[in-house]
């Protein structure tokens, strides 16, 4: 183990973009890449930009944004003055957040506390369906993806395991089975997702109470 580490340690840049997007992917490799490559800047982010966040729960949010469209950003890298793959990313990666962090206060206005939302759709769990309750009407406008994770991890109440069946082929980036990554790397890109689509939900929550007021 220790021989493969070291020799991770010593790809150079475009050996670890062919490591990085190969087919089939190289798992003990990715794994040391987000887990020990990108630990540095991924700790400056959790840290210092998003208000002492846990690093590791970032590492799918990463996963995602870096693998999206079969690596697209690792593969638009460009060595240029100087520049190393390492610092690029890390430039890429704080973009993102902090892309993702002003997304989040933009609708700020708009969220509605989750804990109110999730108690809701547990009612509807419970008693006949209201199709004139808000929450249900909000949940209906909902696309099909945050359907079937709010109806598997909300109301249906499974694990992120038991739901990674149903949910994983509507992950984006989804280049091969979930059960082939760590539970690790799949447990935070879905719950991931499942915050997108309680924010999604919140808002139009939101517009619809507005409407009906």
Not at 81 to 86: C, I, T
Request: with cysteine; proline share 3%; glycine share 0%.
């Amino acid at each position: 183990m220790l021989k493969r580490v070291e020799r991770f340690a010593t790809l150079s840049d475009n050996e670890w973009i062919d490591r990085l997007t190969s087919i089939p992917p190289d798992e003990k490799a990715i794994d040391y890449f987000f887990n020990i490559k990108c630990a540095a800047f991924i700790n400056y982010i959790a840290f210092t930009l998003l208000d002492n966040q846990r690093p590791e729960s970032l590492i799918g949010t990463l996963y995602e944004f870096l693998s999206d469209n079969d690596w697209h950003v690792i593969r638009l890298f460009k060595q240029k003055n100087g520049a190393s793959l390492y610092s690029y990313l890390a430039r890429c990666a704080v973009n993102h957040f902090m892309a993702l962090k002003k997304a989040k206060e933009r609708h700020k206005t708009y969220h509605i506390d989750s804990p109110d939302i999730i108690k809701e759709l547990d009612a509807i769990t419970t008693v006949e369906e209201d199709k004139n309750s808000f929450v249900w009407q909000a949940f209906n406008q909902l696309n099909k993806r945050d359907r079937i994770i709010l109806r598997c991890l909300v109301i249906d109440k499974k694990s992120t395991i038991e739901a990674a069946d149903e949910i994983w082929p509507y992950v984006k980036t989804q280049n091969r089975e979930w059960k082939s990554l760590p539970p690790v790397r799949v447990q935070n890109t879905i719950a991931m997702l499942k915050r997108r689509a309680l924010l999604t939900l919140s808002i139009k929550l939101k517009e619809i109470i507005v409407l009906n007021s």
